[in-house]
C-alpha cells in the first residue's frame, strides 16, 4: 500500500473516530479544497496533508493513527500468513473451506467528501 493511500485510510478513520477535531468551517473548508482537485489518490492525499499541518490537534491524531497501522500491518502480514497456511489445508480433498476474497475499499474524492461531511460532532445522548 502507497503512504498516500495510507494517509487518506489514516485521515478516514480520524473522520470517523474523533469528529470533534473538525468544527464545521474546518469541514467546509476541506470540502472546498476537495471540490477542484482531479480524482487522483496523490494528489488528494498531498491536498490533505498540506491542510492538516496547519492544525497542530489534527497532526498529531493522524500521526498516531499512522503509527498505529504500521504496527497493525505488521501483524496483518503475519495473520495473512497464518491464513494462508489454513487456506492451503482447507482446499485439501473432502473440505470445504473457500478463499474469502478481502474487502478492498477505493479511496476517491467522493468517498473523502462523503466522510467529511459525515463527521458531525453526535451531541452526547440525554438521560
Do not use: C
Amino acid at each position: 500500500m502507497s503512504f498516500y493511500q495510507q494517509n487518506l485510510e489514516a485521515f478516514l478513520q480520524l473522520l470517523q473516530e474523533q469528529p470533534q477535531l473538525f468544527s464545521e468551517s474546518k469541514r467546509q473548508e476541506l470540502i472546498a479544497l476537495i471540490e477542484p482537485l482531479p480524482d487522483d489518490l496523490q494528489t488528494l492525499s498531498v491536498a490533505i496533508a498540506s491542510w492538516y499541518e496547519n492544525h497542530d490537534e489534527i497532526v498529531a491524531a493522524q500521526l498516531e493513527i499512522l503509527n498505529n497501522s504500521n504496527h497493525d500491518e505488521i501483524v496483518d502480514a503475519q495473520l495473512e500468513i497464518l491464513n494462508n497456511s489454513i487456506l492451503e489445508v482447507g482446499r485439501a480433498p473432502g473440505t470445504n473451506v473457500g478463499n474469502v476474497p478481502k474487502l478492498n475499499q477505493q479511496i476517491n474524492k467522493e468517498t473523502l467528501k462523503n466522510a467529511i461531511q459525515q463527521s458531525v460532532k453526535t451531541p452526547p445522548a440525554k438521560p
